[in-house]
């Protein structure tokens, strides 16, 4: 074989590996550009010319940002409860022999094996039977978006905790720590990376979600539910603003993170 | 990058073993589990049945007048008899997109897990980095990409792969590419588990024992990262066959999938309609997953 055909034979995989990257990158290299799109009429969806006014001016499509500052309300609190129960739960599933174990699990994994068109129209059939079917609304997709961000965080911490030496905790206690002081002072720590992804993992999957919550939302608008209304009319450029600072919000909070890390570890 | 190593470790997490029981710890445990069960079981369990009995209703009530429950069994006969072409077009497309996120995401996650060395973490954010824009936003950018004279169906003309009058947007290519393009992040993450987990030097003890590169693969890697294989094929496979989004915004009604019916028929007030059908749809992923799973000789998924 000749070298270039060796060297060709060790790389293939990166390089097939990286051709990969570019599909899932090409998009957002879109969603940036036309951020600073200045369409040339009002249903022009092609990039007609640069201009920072959509930066700008982020508010001026009627709607968006009130549709923004719902799904951040609803996204904050669905993680903050989602991240919760979810913690718990693991700590039952991992650190406790119990009668049910095996059913729980599957429980668990169910919500994440049902198609999203399944789950929304199962809730929205509970809500209707049920007498809400008027009262669809915020607290209705806050209800949605716990109900599939808890088994994400199930098993996001339960990784965590999974692979976590039970020994650190015994030779907590068995220098004297009380039990409360060894899950505070020791395990508490140590599962925190698990639960910190398990709760950014909740917040892009509420903050993201149209298919359940475009079916139990009633007239209340999500961003996404927003997109999707503009869509079908004119996609004014604002939006790409908001989706290039969710990227750019959530590109620093990851490297940051890996920086605080890595400074603390050394 | 810890968090995202999490990410991709959930799917095939190692089980594991409960520490010796002592007297109470029983009791704590149900406490533990205690809230988000109930949050499951209300707004998750409760709700499957409303559905299954959604689909049994008198499909002649209305919002105003209100369903009346008949057992009107032939809600499933009826909605099939409608609804056979978009039902077996979205198990099709996802078997599609299962097959071709299987095809880009192996040789990704293998890059990542054995090939990146200082560059793995990088890359594997890379791969997470899609979630942080609304995935709403980004198949909208595939509609730019694949328009009618766009960057992608000039580059295909001039291979003459594409025609002279042949056009990418509003056809099914363009369906499966958003959704392939929606979902790979889940084939690869589970992939990235189960290969990661690998130790290399069974790779290289084939290569010792004069086994070709592809002899190695067949017979030591693809074995070994079977779990991420049938983790990753059910996390594509499934969402993608109730997937609606990339229908509609990259297709015409001619690639309609089932989940536009159910989402009009939901929005039009036709419960019994629309539940019937969706109970349908869980009923086939469910049968399909239980022969898949069964075939694959993996039950140990959870």
């Known amino acids: 074989m000749t070298r270039v055909g060796r060297w060709f034979g060790r790389n293939v995989v990166m390089m097939i590996g990286l051709v990969v990257l570019l599909y899932l990158f090409a998009p957002i290299a879109v969603v940036i550009l036309m951020s600073f799109n200045q369409p040339a009429s009002k249903l022009s969806y092609t990039f007609d010319g640069f201009t920072w006014d959509n930066w700008q001016h982020p508010c001026r499509p009627l709607g968006l940002c009130d549709a923004v500052s719902t799904s951040l309300r609803i996204g904050l609190l669905a993680t903050v409860i989602a991240t919760a129960l979810g913690t718990l739960m693991a700590f039952a599933m991992v650190r406790h022999r119990f009668r049910g174990r095996t059913t729980a699990n599957l429980f668990i994994f169910l919500p994440m094996a049902s198609p999203e068109i399944v789950l929304g129209s199962s809730l929205l059939a509970l809500f209707v039977s049920s007498g809400f079917g008027g009262q669809l609304g915020f607290w209705t997709v806050l209800i949605a978006h716990v109900m599939f961000c808890l088994s994400f965080v199930v098993v996001t911490v339960k990784a965590r905790l999974a692979g976590m030496d039970l020994r650190l905790e015994q030779a907590a206690m068995d220098l004297y720590a009380t039990e409360w002081q060894a899950f505070w002072r020791i395990t508490f720590p140590l599962v925190l990376p698990g639960i910190v992804a398990a709760a950014l993992l909740s917040f892009s999957l509420s903050f993201d979600d149209f298919i359940i919550t475009n079916l139990n939302a009633g007239t209340t608008v999500t961003f996404p539910m927003f997109v999707w209304g503009s869509a079908q009319r004119d996609i004014p450029p604002q939006i790409n603003v908001v989706g290039t600072a969710m990227f750019l919000a959530a590109v620093i909070l990851v490297f940051g993170g890996e920086l605080a890390r890595r400074r603390r570890s050394r | ?302």
């Open chain 2, 1 to 302: 990058m810890s968090a995202v190593g999490q990410l991709g470790a959930t799917t095939t997490a190692a089980k594991p073993t409960p520490p010796p029981q002592r007297s109470g710890r029983r009791l704590t445990a149900y406490l533990l589990l205690l809230p988000g069960g109930l949050w499951l079981l209300l707004f998750f369990a409760i709700p499957l049945v409303s559905l299954l009995a959604a689909s049994l209703y008198d499909p002649n009530g209305s919002i105003e007048n209100g369903f009346s429950m008949t057992w009107h069994w032939q809600n499933f006969g009826d909605t099939m008899a409608d609804y056979w072409r978009p039902f077996v077009r979205s198990l099709w497309y996802a078997l599609i997109t299962t097959a071709f996120c299987l095809l880009l995401g192996y040789p990704l996650a293998y890059a990542i897990a054995i090939k990146a060395g200082r560059w793995k973490n990088l890359m594997l954010a890379l791969v997470i980095a899609p979630f942080f824009t609304s995935f709403l936003i980004r198949t909208l950018s595939w509609k730019l990409l694949l328009s009618d004279n766009g960057f992608v169906v000039d580059t295909l003309k001039w291979l003459h792969i594409l025609d002279e009058d042949g056009r990418l947007l509003a056809t099914t290519s363009a369906v499966v590419t958003g959704l392939t393009y929606n979902f790979l992040p889940f084939m690869v993450l589970p992939l990235y588990a189960s290969l990661e987990r690998i130790d290399t030097r069974l790779i290289e003890a084939g290569q010792d024992l004069f086994a070709g590169p592809i002899t190695t693969f067949r017979t030591v890697t693809l074995p070994l990262s079977m779990p991420g294989v049938v983790a990753g094929t059910l996390l594509t496979f499934i969402p993608s066959a109730g997937d609606y989004i990339n229908s509609q915004l990259l297709g015409t009604p001619k690639q309609r999938m089932i989940g536009n019916d159910i989402q009009r028929l939901f929005a039009a007030g036709a419960y019994p309609a629309a539940a019937a059908l969706s109970v349908t749809l869980m009923a086939a992923i469910v049968v399909l997953v239980l022969l898949y799973i069964r075939r694959a000789g993996t039950e140990d998924l959870v």
